[in-house]
Every structure is written in C-alpha cells, then in structure tokens.
C-alpha cells in the first residue's frame, strides 16, 4: 500500500517524479 500523507515530499522529490512516470507508462500501455 502507497502512504502518501506519511510519506514527506520534500525528502524524495525524485520518488514522486518516478511514481508519475510509472503512471503514464501503465496509461500508455
């Protein structure tokens, strides 16, 4: 499971971009 108000945003700002890319490569296949 994903916790994403316990996960902080300014600690891996490069995990958000990754958890965005993984999306559109789910949306694109």
């Known amino acids: 499971p994903f916790y994403?108000?316990?996960t902080p945003y300014?600690?891996?700002p490069e995990y958000r971009i990754y958890e965005m890319n993984k999306r559109l490569q789910s949306r694109t296949e």
């Open 10 to 12: 300014m600690v891996q």
């Open 4 to 6: 994403r108000r316990h």
